[in-house]
């Protein structure tokens, strides 16, 4: 079993599992429209759903085996602003997947860049991956800025590849390697002489 010495902390975050009280927090983003347009399936939550969701997320807490999500709460004061998932695809590639999902209301100030950052540095860290991808549909053009600042590159664009509300759907694929993940943070502490996390 993995998962990061809770909480982790970056500058203006705290970072750790969901729980139950998590639930206004959650359902705030996840009952608006401009949230949920681009996930899968996915309609704006009523709160049992939420509820439901939040219950599920709560038991996200550590990579056990293939498969698993570790889920994260991105805290900022006392209110979740949103959350950060590292799925495991494969223990042989020692690969994992990043997702994201951040309240509109707290978005521009980098604190999706700041969480994620935070996730990356404990899986290629102390998790010990090689490689993360993030996906997005080819419209979700925030999600693929983030991927870009997280210093991913952008490996394809998979053309009308799934199905997305009743409509075939191009996909962005973004990776970044461990080793091009460590020179870009080693560059960020050389040209600002201490480390990003603080």
């Known amino acids: 079993m993995a998962h990061p010495s809770y909480p982790l902390r970056t500058a203006r975050l705290l970072l750790r599992p969901v729980t139950l009280d998590d639930l206004d927090d959650v359902h705030a983003w996840q009952r608006r429209p401009d949230v949920v347009r681009w996930m899968l399936g996915a309609e704006p939550r009523t709160r049992e759903q939420s509820r439901a969701s ?12 293939e498969g698993d999500c570790l889920t994260l709460a991105a ?8 959350a950060v998932e590292l799925v495991w695809r494969s223990r042989t590639d020692r690969t994992a997947e990043l997702g994201y999902v951040f309240h509109p209301d707290h ?4 604190l999706a860049t700041e969480a994620t950052t ?3 540095d404990w899986g290629f860290g102390e998790f010990g991956l090689h490689r993360v ?8 053009e925030a999600s693929a800025r983030l991927a870009v600042r997280l210093g991913m590159r952008r490996e394809a ?23 091009e993940w460590r020179s870009r943070r080693d560059a960020l502490v050389d ?4 480390s990003p996390r603080r």
Request: glycine share 12%.
């Open 54 to 65: 939040v219950a599920a997320m709560a038991g996200e807490d550590a990579l056990r085996a």
């Open 75 to 82: 805290v900022a004061g006392t209110r979740v602003v949103g």
């Open 107 to 110: 978005a521009g100030r980098g």
């Open 118 to 120: 935070a996730v990356l």
């Open 133 to 140: 991808i993030a996906r997005c549909h080819a419209g979700n």
């Open 157 to 179: 664009r998979h053309v009308r590849s799934y199905r997305f509300r009743g409509e075939w759907a191009d996909q962005l694929v973004f990776a970044v390697l461990a080793e």
């Open 191 to 194: 040209s600002s002489g201490a």
